[in-house]
Protein backbone atom coordinates (compact mmCIF):
# COMPACT_ATOMS: atom_id res chain seq x y z
CA UNK A 1 0.00 0.00 0.00
CA UNK A 2 1.53 3.59 -0.91
CA UNK A 3 2.55 5.46 1.97
CA UNK A 4 0.07 8.41 2.74
CA UNK A 5 1.10 11.80 2.52
CA UNK A 6 -0.27 15.30 1.89
CA UNK A 7 -0.38 17.40 -1.18
CA UNK A 8 -1.08 20.82 -1.67
CA UNK A 9 -2.93 20.53 -5.23
CA UNK A 10 -3.48 24.07 -6.64
CA UNK A 11 -6.72 24.94 -9.25
CA UNK A 12 -8.03 22.19 -7.33
CA UNK A 13 -11.58 23.47 -8.04
CA UNK A 14 -10.91 23.61 -11.73
CA UNK A 15 -10.26 21.11 -14.22
CA UNK A 16 -7.01 19.33 -14.09
CA UNK A 17 -6.08 20.35 -10.18
CA UNK A 18 -9.82 18.78 -9.59
CA UNK A 19 -9.10 15.70 -11.49
CA UNK A 20 -5.69 15.27 -9.29
CA UNK A 21 -7.26 16.04 -6.16
CA UNK A 22 -9.76 13.34 -6.76
CA UNK A 23 -7.51 10.84 -8.22
CA UNK A 24 -5.19 11.63 -4.72
CA UNK A 25 -7.82 11.32 -2.73
CA UNK A 26 -9.86 8.16 -4.12
CA UNK A 27 -5.89 6.62 -3.57
CA UNK A 28 -6.04 7.58 0.10
CA UNK A 29 -3.60 10.38 0.21
CA UNK A 30 -4.44 13.56 2.40
CA UNK A 31 -4.86 16.66 0.10
CA UNK A 32 -4.95 20.67 0.75
CA UNK A 33 -6.75 22.97 -1.33
CA UNK A 34 -5.70 26.78 -1.92
CA UNK A 35 -9.11 28.58 -3.34
CA UNK A 36 -10.37 32.14 -2.82
CA UNK A 37 -13.71 31.16 -2.34
CA UNK A 38 -13.70 27.30 -0.53
CA UNK A 39 -17.71 27.43 -0.96
CA UNK A 40 -16.35 26.12 -4.11
CA UNK A 41 -14.16 23.42 -2.38
CA UNK A 42 -17.39 21.77 -0.39
CA UNK A 43 -17.25 19.07 -2.26
CA UNK A 44 -13.51 18.18 -1.96
CA UNK A 45 -14.21 19.16 1.84
CA UNK A 46 -16.75 16.57 1.80
CA UNK A 47 -14.78 14.13 0.77
CA UNK A 48 -11.62 14.84 3.05
CA UNK A 49 -9.77 17.47 1.31
CA UNK A 50 -8.18 20.65 4.14
CA UNK A 51 -9.68 23.50 2.69
CA UNK A 52 -7.32 26.92 2.54
CA UNK A 53 -8.57 30.35 1.93
CA UNK A 54 -6.33 32.53 -0.22
CA UNK A 55 -4.36 32.35 -3.31
CA UNK A 56 -1.29 32.06 -5.53
CA UNK A 57 -0.83 36.03 -5.27
CA UNK A 58 -1.18 35.46 -1.48
CA UNK A 59 2.30 34.45 -0.11
CA UNK A 60 0.92 34.47 3.79
CA UNK A 61 -1.89 31.80 2.71
CA UNK A 62 0.56 30.36 0.53
CA UNK A 63 3.10 30.05 2.75
CA UNK A 64 0.82 28.68 5.52
CA UNK A 65 -0.92 25.78 3.07
CA UNK A 66 2.48 24.83 2.32
CA UNK A 67 3.60 23.90 5.64
CA UNK A 68 4.22 20.12 6.37
CA UNK A 69 3.26 19.04 2.68
CA UNK A 70 5.56 16.07 1.10
CA UNK A 71 4.16 17.66 -2.58
CA UNK A 72 2.85 20.55 -4.14
CA UNK A 73 0.77 19.96 -7.64
CA UNK A 74 1.00 23.32 -8.96
CA UNK A 75 -0.61 25.03 -12.22
CA UNK A 76 -1.46 28.60 -13.32
CA UNK A 77 -3.38 29.94 -16.56
CA UNK A 78 -2.41 32.60 -18.45
CA UNK A 79 -5.98 33.80 -19.00
CA UNK A 80 -6.83 35.32 -16.46
CA UNK A 81 -4.01 37.81 -15.12
CA UNK A 82 -1.95 37.54 -18.45
CA UNK A 83 0.63 36.13 -19.47
CA UNK A 84 3.58 37.89 -17.33
CA UNK A 85 1.50 37.32 -14.48
CA UNK A 86 1.68 33.53 -14.70
CA UNK A 87 5.34 33.40 -14.68
CA UNK A 88 5.49 35.42 -11.68
CA UNK A 89 2.87 33.49 -10.04
CA UNK A 90 4.57 29.99 -11.35
CA UNK A 91 7.92 31.42 -10.18
CA UNK A 92 6.92 32.47 -6.91
CA UNK A 93 4.97 29.30 -6.56
CA UNK A 94 8.40 26.95 -7.03
CA UNK A 95 10.57 29.18 -4.85
CA UNK A 96 8.08 29.03 -1.70
CA UNK A 97 7.59 25.22 -2.45
CA UNK A 98 11.64 24.68 -2.09
CA UNK A 99 11.41 27.10 1.10
CA UNK A 100 9.25 24.68 2.10
CA UNK A 101 11.43 21.88 1.67
CA UNK A 102 8.99 19.77 -0.21
CA UNK A 103 10.18 15.97 -1.96
CA UNK A 104 8.08 16.63 -5.36
CA UNK A 105 6.61 19.43 -6.67
CA UNK A 106 4.22 18.61 -10.07
CA UNK A 107 4.20 21.11 -12.65
CA UNK A 108 1.38 21.04 -15.07
CA UNK A 109 2.91 22.52 -18.35
CA UNK A 110 2.03 21.88 -21.86
CA UNK A 111 2.48 19.27 -24.54
CA UNK A 112 5.52 20.50 -26.48
CA UNK A 113 6.46 23.27 -24.84
CA UNK A 114 10.18 22.75 -25.09
CA UNK A 115 9.97 22.63 -28.52
CA UNK A 116 9.94 26.61 -29.33
CA UNK A 117 6.29 27.05 -30.87
CA UNK A 118 6.17 30.29 -30.82
CA UNK A 119 2.81 30.02 -29.01
CA UNK A 120 2.62 32.41 -26.23
CA UNK A 121 1.02 30.26 -23.33
CA UNK A 122 3.10 27.73 -24.29
CA UNK A 123 6.49 29.87 -23.88
CA UNK A 124 5.11 31.17 -20.67
CA UNK A 125 4.83 27.67 -19.15
CA UNK A 126 8.26 27.05 -20.83
CA UNK A 127 9.64 29.29 -18.81
CA UNK A 128 8.46 28.48 -15.28
CA UNK A 129 9.70 24.71 -16.55
CA UNK A 130 13.34 26.00 -16.92
CA UNK A 131 13.06 28.10 -13.73
CA UNK A 132 12.03 24.87 -11.68
CA UNK A 133 15.15 22.97 -13.15
CA UNK A 134 17.18 26.20 -12.62
CA UNK A 135 16.27 26.45 -8.57
CA UNK A 136 16.90 22.40 -8.06
CA UNK A 137 13.41 21.72 -7.35
CA UNK A 138 12.39 18.03 -7.17
CA UNK A 139 9.81 18.11 -9.68
CA UNK A 140 8.13 15.85 -12.56
CA UNK A 141 6.88 18.20 -15.46
CA UNK A 142 3.61 16.90 -16.61
CA UNK A 143 2.78 18.62 -20.29
CA UNK A 144 -1.27 18.09 -21.07
CA UNK A 145 -2.00 18.25 -25.11
CA UNK A 146 -5.65 19.56 -26.40
CA UNK A 147 -8.10 18.47 -23.36
CA UNK A 148 -10.97 16.33 -24.99
CA UNK A 149 -13.51 18.34 -23.03
CA UNK A 150 -12.42 21.56 -24.19
CA UNK A 151 -15.43 20.03 -27.00
CA UNK A 152 -17.49 20.76 -23.94
CA UNK A 153 -16.55 24.02 -22.77
CA UNK A 154 -14.72 26.41 -25.26
CA UNK A 155 -16.58 24.39 -28.64
CA UNK A 156 -19.50 23.61 -26.50
CA UNK A 157 -22.03 27.08 -28.15
CA UNK A 158 -21.07 26.08 -31.85
CA UNK A 159 -21.47 21.86 -31.15
CA UNK A 160 -24.26 22.62 -30.03
CA UNK A 161 -26.03 24.77 -33.13
CA UNK A 162 -24.66 21.88 -35.19
CA UNK A 163 -21.52 22.89 -36.22
CA UNK A 164 -17.90 22.46 -35.20
CA UNK A 165 -15.78 25.56 -36.51
CA UNK A 166 -11.86 25.56 -35.90
CA UNK A 167 -8.87 27.05 -37.60
CA UNK A 168 -8.00 23.11 -38.39
CA UNK A 169 -7.40 21.30 -42.03
CA UNK A 170 -9.52 18.30 -41.88
CA UNK A 171 -6.15 16.09 -42.56
CA UNK A 172 -4.55 16.86 -39.29
CA UNK A 173 -4.50 14.67 -36.66
CA UNK A 174 -5.23 16.78 -33.38
CA UNK A 175 -3.65 14.67 -30.19
CA UNK A 176 -5.79 15.10 -27.05
CA UNK A 177 -5.87 14.13 -23.35
CA UNK A 178 -8.88 12.94 -21.06
CA UNK A 179 -8.81 15.26 -17.79
CA UNK A 180 -9.16 12.10 -15.84
CA UNK A 181 -5.88 10.67 -17.11
CA UNK A 182 -4.07 14.45 -15.80
CA UNK A 183 -5.43 13.30 -12.68
CA UNK A 184 -4.11 9.94 -13.04
CA UNK A 185 -0.67 11.02 -14.07
CA UNK A 186 -0.45 13.66 -11.33
CA UNK A 187 -1.61 11.07 -8.34
CA UNK A 188 0.63 8.70 -10.04
CA UNK A 189 3.87 11.03 -9.30
CA UNK A 190 3.54 11.64 -5.87
CA UNK A 191 2.65 8.34 -4.84
CA UNK A 192 5.34 6.22 -7.11
CA UNK A 193 8.20 9.57 -7.21
CA UNK A 194 10.68 6.94 -8.00
CA UNK A 195 9.36 6.13 -11.47
CA UNK A 196 8.56 9.97 -11.64
CA UNK A 197 10.93 12.26 -10.51
CA UNK A 198 13.11 13.82 -12.85
CA UNK A 199 10.67 13.53 -15.55
CA UNK A 200 9.20 15.73 -18.07
CA UNK A 201 6.02 13.95 -19.84
CA UNK A 202 4.03 14.77 -22.02
CA UNK A 203 0.37 13.68 -22.02
CA UNK A 204 -1.76 12.43 -24.68
CA UNK A 205 -4.58 9.24 -25.55
CA UNK A 206 -6.25 9.68 -28.98
CA UNK A 207 -5.25 11.40 -31.75
CA UNK A 208 -8.38 12.41 -34.10
CA UNK A 209 -9.58 14.77 -37.30
CA UNK A 210 -11.99 16.77 -36.55
CA UNK A 211 -13.99 15.22 -39.35
CA UNK A 212 -13.53 11.87 -36.98
CA UNK A 213 -14.25 14.40 -34.05
CA UNK A 214 -18.03 15.43 -35.13
CA UNK A 215 -18.42 12.04 -36.64
CA UNK A 216 -17.95 10.49 -33.15
CA UNK A 217 -20.51 13.51 -31.76
CA UNK A 218 -23.09 13.00 -34.37
CA UNK A 219 -23.58 9.11 -33.17
CA UNK A 220 -23.24 10.22 -29.73
CA UNK A 221 -25.85 12.96 -29.74
CA UNK A 222 -28.09 11.74 -31.90
CA UNK A 223 -28.18 14.35 -34.41
CA UNK A 224 -25.65 15.36 -37.34
CA UNK A 225 -22.94 17.52 -36.24
CA UNK A 226 -20.84 19.37 -39.26
CA UNK A 227 -17.37 20.89 -39.14
CA UNK A 228 -16.02 24.03 -40.81
CA UNK A 229 -12.79 25.18 -41.15
CA UNK A 230 -12.34 28.46 -39.80
CA UNK A 231 -9.80 30.41 -42.97
CA UNK A 232 -6.63 31.44 -41.14
CA UNK A 233 -7.45 35.27 -42.01
CA UNK A 234 -10.89 34.95 -39.86
CA UNK A 235 -8.62 32.94 -37.01
CA UNK A 236 -7.51 36.03 -35.07
CA UNK A 237 -11.02 37.68 -34.95
CA UNK A 238 -12.63 34.81 -33.79
CA UNK A 239 -10.53 33.46 -31.49
CA UNK A 240 -7.69 35.99 -30.57
CA UNK A 241 -4.24 36.37 -31.81
CA UNK A 242 -3.31 33.27 -28.85
CA UNK A 243 -4.84 30.77 -29.91
CA UNK A 244 -4.49 31.75 -33.21
CA UNK A 245 -0.81 31.52 -33.30
CA UNK A 246 -1.60 28.17 -31.95
CA UNK A 247 -4.15 26.48 -34.44
CA UNK A 248 -1.38 27.51 -37.06
CA UNK A 249 1.35 25.23 -35.59
CA UNK A 250 -1.56 22.58 -34.78
CA UNK A 251 -1.71 22.85 -38.91
CA UNK A 252 1.69 23.37 -39.62
CA UNK A 253 3.57 21.13 -36.73
CA UNK A 254 1.32 19.53 -34.04
CA UNK A 255 1.82 17.66 -30.86
CA UNK A 256 3.88 13.91 -31.65
CA UNK A 257 3.26 12.16 -28.24
CA UNK A 258 4.14 8.15 -28.93
CA UNK A 259 0.94 6.93 -27.18
CA UNK A 260 2.03 3.24 -26.85
CA UNK A 261 4.95 4.23 -25.54
CA UNK A 262 3.31 6.57 -22.79
CA UNK A 263 0.98 3.37 -22.15
CA UNK A 264 3.75 1.07 -21.40
CA UNK A 265 5.97 2.73 -20.04
CA UNK A 266 4.33 4.18 -16.70
CA UNK A 267 1.06 1.47 -17.18
CA UNK A 268 -1.75 4.36 -17.06
CA UNK A 269 -4.96 3.36 -19.14
CA UNK A 270 -5.51 6.22 -21.02
CA UNK A 271 -8.88 7.44 -22.48
CA UNK A 272 -10.08 7.31 -25.83
CA UNK A 273 -11.87 10.60 -26.93
CA UNK A 274 -15.06 8.49 -27.31
CA UNK A 275 -14.98 7.18 -23.77
CA UNK A 276 -14.88 10.53 -22.96
CA UNK A 277 -18.24 11.84 -24.74
CA UNK A 278 -20.10 8.81 -24.09
CA UNK A 279 -20.65 9.92 -20.57
CA UNK A 280 -20.24 13.90 -20.96
CA UNK A 281 -23.40 15.42 -19.95
CA UNK A 282 -23.47 17.98 -22.64
CA UNK A 283 -23.08 15.40 -25.40
CA UNK A 284 -26.29 14.14 -24.26
CA UNK A 285 -28.51 17.52 -24.54
Known amino acids: MAQTKTILVTGATGQ ?29 AKAGAAVFKGDLTDKASLWDALQGVQGVFAMSTPFE ?61 LRPVWFMENFGTFCRPFILQGTLALPLRPDVKLQMIALKDIGEFGAAAFIRPEQFLGQAIDLA ?17 GRQIQFRQVPDDQAKAAFGDDLAVMFKWFNEVGYSVDIPALHRRYGIPLTKFTEVIATADWARE
Open 81 to 141: AGMDAEVRQGTMLADMAMAAGVDQYVYTSVGSADRNTGIPHFETKWRVEQYIRQIGLPATI
Open 16 to 44: QGGAVAQSLLRQGQKIRVLTRNPDKAAKL
Open 205 to 221: GDGLTMPEVVAHLSRTM
